[in-house]
């Protein structure tokens, strides 16, 4: 798999890991059809690939936050149910249900801007109307969910919209036990109950992400809306290690060390000089910065593998480029800095720059910059082992 071009860097996208990961995700969840969700760009993996890959695998839907995601979904030529969730006024209904999109409405004034445009349309939209079962973040009330089923059924009934799903989302699914989860639970099923009482004919129900994927069965419903897990990366490292879930990162970033050289002991390294060289010592520069998304909150504490060993950011991490202490080792220019990937080559993963940075693995790998090339791997489904 070592067709490393002479890059920069690059963000290596195994696709076979990703198609793996979906049949993983399916056999958690096998009373329900999987959604593998491609937003902000398939997470920085690239949204296009990822999707047809994830369709390959047998994910029946795909989901984006935003219309204009799941517009170029289609545009790319992808089939099938596409759901996208983040509207705001004035959004591109009309495209959506030209494009036959699956679209989220929390409130009245969406329900009365997707029946606009279904009339300008003359077609009907597919509707799946959200609650807010406790997350207090988008989705409906259940204060004001009788009069949303009320108008959703009445454009219903005059051909306008057909109601398609009925949906949530969890707060807190990355702790299992916690109490919310079960108050969130009962909370869907009696809105379900409601809406399916007053006479809405849901295809989908579903409320879990990935965490709820793995670790609640209860929570499948008839759809599974996964993210981060198709990507090989566990939602959070308390519920367990991505082996621990048969799932294998998708994403290895690397780049080509731009210079290394001798520096002596006592030398400054880095905007501010927070790094000192302890003595005569080798350092490697390593092109990538915080404009390529590598966080400035793990200068100091970044690893990457460099010749078969871990090294540490030293010092700064600048906009372009970051340095590592070689301790007198001479790799060659051009060596290979590998920055994450699943672990197996001794590399460190997304989960350890989270942690060098304070912060989750979901925002390590989104935040890869457009500058970094992404170069796929094991495209062909026929290379699945
Ligand atoms: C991002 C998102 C998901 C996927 O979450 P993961 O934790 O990455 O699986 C599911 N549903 C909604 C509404 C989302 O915004």
Redesign the pocket.
């Known amino acids: 798999m070592n067709e490393t071009a002479p890059l920069r860097a690059r963000a290596e996208i195994d696709l076979a890991a990703l198609r793996a990961n979906v049949r993983t995700l399916r056999a958690h969840a096998p009373s329900a059809a999987v959604m593998a969700?491609v937003?902000s760009d398939a997470y920085g993996h690239g949204a296009v690939p990822c999707a047809r890959a994830a369709r390959e695998a047998g994910a029946t839907w795909l989901?984006t936050?935003t219309p204009e995601e799941a517009l170029a979904l289609r545009a790319a030529g992808l089939e099938g149910r596409i759901m996208c969730?983040l509207w705001t006024p004035g959004g591109p209904w009309k495209q959506a249900i030209e494009a036959d999109l699956d679209v989220s409405v929390s409130g009245m004034w969406a329900l009365r801007e997707v029946v606009r445009a279904a009339r300008d349309a003359s077609a009907p939209a597919r509707v799946q109307l959200k609650a807010d079962t406790g997350l207090g973040r988008s989705g409906c009330q259940p204060a004001d969910w009788p009069e949303l089923v009320r108008e959703a059924l009445s454009a219903e009934a005059q051909g306008l919209i057909t109601v398609t799903g009925l949906w949530s989302?969890l707060a807190c699914a990355d702790e299992p036990g916690h109490p919310s989860i079960q108050a969130q639970l009962r909370h869907f099923r009696e809105m379900v109950r409601y809406a399916e009482e007053q006479g809405v004919r849901p295809e989908v129900r579903h409320i879990a992400?990935?965490?709820a994927t793995l670790t609640l069965p209860e929570s499948h419903f008839d759809l599974v809306?996964?993210?981060?897990?198709v990507y090989g990366i566990s939602?959070s490292p308390e519920l367990g290690t991505p082996a621990d879930f048969g799932l294998r990162p998708v994403m290895t970033l690397s780049a080509s060390l731009a210079l290394v050289k001798h520096a002596p002991g006592g030398h400054g390294v880095s905007y501010g000089h927070h790094y000192t060289t302890p003595g005569d010592t080798t350092l490697g520069l390593v092109p990538v910065g915080y404009a390529d998304g590598i966080p400035r909150h793990a200068s100091g504490t970044g690893p990457v593998l460099v010749g078969g060993k871990w090294r540490t950011v030293a010092g700064r991490v600048a906009m372009d480029q970051f340095v590592v202490d070689l301790g007198g080792d001479e790799p060659a220019p051009g060596a290979e800095a590998v920055l994450f990937g699943p672990g197996d080559r001794g590399e460190p993963t997304a989960e350890d720059w989270a942690r060098a940075a304070g912060t989750i693995a979901?925002e390590i790998v989104t935040r890869i910059g457009t500058r970094v090339p992404r170069v796929y791997v094991n495209v062909n489904e026929e290379q699945d082992g």
């Open positions: 969700v937003k989901g936050a969730w989302h992400n990935s965490p809306r996964t993210g981060i897990a939602p979901y």
